[in-house]
């Protein structure tokens, strides 16, 4: 891969699609480990990825996930089309959960998704609006 060019993936994600869900987070890591890039980098990328995935599987109608790798960075960005997050700053303490019973009893919505994605991320940016959606901007450094 040559500076400044980079690799596009591109992920299309549909609300309760449960049976496909981890399948992008899944593809990008591939892709990585295919790259050569180091495995705790993977890691970081990964959990993003999947995290932003799930999100958009259990609170949205439906959304897209680009990832942009370069040599020296990952670039994920999600979109998606919701109800958006009416309090972003509670919605970014660990625990907080906005998900459904039926949600939480498969084992998701506790909480962490948001708090996950900051604390693997170099550069977290999120924008939200009420019944428009949410977009995330997240960068990771190799």
Do not use: W
Not at 6 to 27: C, N, P, Q, T
Not at 36 to 48: K, L, M, N
Not at 84 to 92: E, F, H, K, P, T
């Amino acid at each position: 891969m040559l500076p400044g060019q980079g690799i596009e993936l591109e992920f299309v994600l549909e609300a309760a699609d449960f049976d496909s869900a981890g399948e992008a987070s899944s593809k990008i890591k591939r892709t990585l480990q295919q790259l050569g890039v180091r495995p705790d980098v993977i890691r970081r990328i990964a959990i993003s990825a999947y995290e932003a995935e799930m999100n958009v599987i259990i609170h949205a109608c439906r959304g897209v996930m680009r990832a942009e790798i370069y040599s020296d960075r990952t670039e994920l960005v999600v979109d998606d089309e919701g109800p958006g997050i009416s309090d972003v700053n509670l919605a970014m303490q660990a625990g907080y959960s906005t998900a459904p019973d039926h949600i939480r009893e498969m084992g998701f919505g506790a909480g962490m998704g948001l708090p996950n994605m900051v604390r693997c991320t170099d550069k977290f940016d999120i924008k939200s609006e009420k019944d428009i959606g949410t977009k995330l901007s997240m960068i990771i450094y190799h």
